[in-house]
């Protein structure tokens, strides 16, 4: 359906797009995941035939975006980061423009109709564009993408601006087109790409790093043991958090073992990198009652879509290539929650954490603010 | 074509930009028909028609100054350059949307040539030919703006850039005087706008001009869909 062979983009020095190639087959749903800048929106333009490659080559349906663009881009319906709206316009004025513009054959009333009801558009059809709130200006856009029924719909950051209902309303939609369209959508809201996505590739500096299904990727970027302890000492100061990641240390099979934040009273949390294939879990439990401590908690930490967006697009780690890269000193440490769906870095006082290994790898320790934030533009 | 063309004459009128263009028109004409026409006692519409080039100059660029700046700075443009159309479709859309406004507003000569022939004989051929002068001046200057108008994303340096080349091309007869080369005087002075559009002013119907302004219309259109074309590949 959609095919991308060796596509590039320069802008002056700057490589926006490097040598990407993809396949996208009909029905599928592929999550574009990236940071911002990391070639998204270029890669989108460019498939949709806004601007141009530097090089390469795109077919959408076999047609070739540059050499036929105006059957190619019958094909696709696009929903650009800013949807194209004309604010001066009625709902129904724009989408009758459109309709016109796209030279759509479909019975014009009800075809306008079916797409205003799925949209959940219907109630403001009469409003100037200009008085939609954000979230109706986003289905408005969205509405216009499906306009003529395109085979293939190209949706840039499609819930930006929506409430968590009218997300999780287009989310729905979404999967609902997957099924009779082929569907390319590009996000850093990383649940809602899983949530919605059969396929995801995840781009960074202009390079596709990852292509598959979550589960590809993750189990190819890593096979690490981790998890998460808390365990109570006998004595409920610093001192015990000193002896028990000694004690830990001793364990066979441990790669690292470092004391985190002091999450109850007293009692701390441990993170504790296995090597692989080791089940550490019997040996900390017996070494825990042999000291007379108790194990508060115990969590597995699987690597989910968030760490290895993280270790993608933070540490340039690519599947295959992991290199361990101890964290600066100076630079301040960040706590990494989902919140809302999306990540949020805080800062993390710099003495709540102790590095006890020297060569840790870089992981959930930030080298680089900016490129922390995972919040919308 | 045709939804871009209709879209945009929706806009001129929900922008205002229509009322203020259609009313700015019909009064700087009405001035120039009573104290060039009535006040004289004649029937005779050239002073009217001469006067009429310079109003046509600073009117223009309010027509065309958000043709093409808007939909850069609002992004529309990608949904147009993203639609199954080609470029030309886009910018003759445009193009005729602003010709029409433009030929509604001129047609507000045949109010002025009733009422001289209520008052006296009207030289209707004098007044054709002038009427289809100013028509095709008025197609070669909203392709010009069009083009200025593709070039930025302020419209308001859209308008103003407009105003400033259309006033340079009015200017070129007196700027070709004062050139002593021979040579490059006769290349300026066939770029001329306003001597071929005088020439109609004295009764002449030159179809050379006609042709001219034609061709400048459709260079200037040629231009644009270039400047669209090129943002593709920047």
């Given amino acids: 359906m959609i095919e991308v062979r060796n596509l590039t983009k320069r802008y002056g020095d700057k490589q926006a797009v490097n040598d990407i190639s993809f396949k996208v087959e009909k029905g599928e749903i592929l999550g574009f995941l990236g940071p911002n800048g990391a070639g998204k929106s270029t890669t989108m333009n460019m498939l949709t035939g806004y601007i141009s490659s530097t090089s390469g080559q795109i077919l959408i349906n076999g047609v070739d975006i540059l050499e036929d663009p105006i059957n190619a881009k019958s094909n696709i319906g696009y929903l650009p980061e800013i949807p194209p709206l004309y604010v001066d316009m009625t709902v129904d004025a724009y989408l009758g423009f459109m309709y016109d513009l796209k030279k759509c054959k479909l019975p014009r009333k009800a075809h306008l109709k079916e797409i205003c009801d799925l949209c959940k558009i219907t109630n403001v059809r009469g409003r100037l564009i200009r008085n939609l709130s954000k979230g109706y200006k986003q289905r408005v856009g969205l509405a216009q993408a499906l306009i003529n029924n395109p085979p293939v719909l190209i949706l840039d950051e499609p819930t930006v601006g929506l409430d968590p209902n009218q997300i999780i309303e287009i989310r729905t939609l979404i999967k609902k087109l997957g099924k009779n369209h082929t569907v390319i959508l590009s996000s850093h809201i990383l649940p809602e790409i899983q949530a919605v996505c059969d396929r995801i590739i995840i781009i960074n500096k202009g390079v596709v790093a990852a292509d598959g299904t979550a589960d590809d990727i993750a189990s190819k970027i890593t096979n690490e043991h981790k998890m998460t302890l808390r365990i109570e000492g006998s004595t409920h100061t610093a001192e015990d958090k000193k002896e028990i990641v000694a004690a830990l240390k001793q364990l066979d099979g441990i790669k690292y073992v470092r004391a985190d934040m002091e999450r109850e009273k007293g009692v701390y949390d441990y993170d504790i990198e296995s090597e692989e294939k080791v089940d550490i879990r019997r040996a900390i439990n017996k070494l825990c009652r042999d000291k007379g401590w108790n194990i508060l908690m115990l969590q597995l930490s699987d690597l989910t879509l968030e760490d290895i967006f993280l270790k993608i697009t933070m540490g340039d780690i690519m599947p295959g290539a992991e290199k361990a890269e101890k964290p600066a000193k100076d630079k301040p440490k960040f706590d990494l929650n989902v919140k809302d769906g999306e990540l949020v870095a805080t800062e993390v006082a710099e003495e709540t954490k102790e590095v006890l290994e020297e060569n840790l790898p870089a992981d959930r320790s930030f080298e680089d603010e900016d490129k922390n934030e995972g919040g919308e533009e | ?234």
């Fill in chain 2, 1 to 234: 074509m045709g939804a871009i063309y209709r879209r945009e004459m929706g806009a001129f009128f929900t922008s205002g930009v229509a009322y203020v263009f259609l009313t700015v028109f019909t009064l700087l004409s009405g001035i120039f028909f009573f104290f060039g026409v009535i006040t004289s006692g004649t029937t005779e519409t050239s002073p009217l028609f001469s006067s009429m080039f310079i109003v046509v100059l600073f009117l223009i660029p309010i027509l065309t100054m958000k043709l093409l700046s808007e939909e850069k700075k609002n992004r529309t443009d990608q949904g147009l350059l993203t639609a199954p159309i080609g470029l030309w479709s886009i910018v003759l859309g445009k193009y005729f949307a602003a010709l029409t406004l433009y030929i509604i507003a001129e047609s507000v000569i045949f109010i002025y040539s009733l009422i001289l022939a209520y008052l006296g004989d009207v030289v209707w051929p004098s007044l054709l030919g002038n009427y289809f002068a100013m028509l095709f001046l008025g197609a070669a200057f909203i392709a010009v703006g069009l083009f200025i108008s593709s070039l930025t994303e302020n419209q308001m340096a859209a308008a103003v850039a407009s105003m400033l080349a259309l006033f340079v091309l009015y200017l070129f007869d007196s700027l070709a005087s004062n050139v002593s080369i021979d040579f490059i005087r006769k290349i300026m002075l066939s770029f001329s706008f306003y001597s071929r559009y005088l020439e109609f002013t004295r009764g002449v119907f030159d179809l050379t001009a006609v042709v001219f302004f034609i061709s400048v219309a459709f260079i200037f259109n040629f231009l644009t869909v270039r400047v669209l074309d090129k943002r593709r590949w920047g």
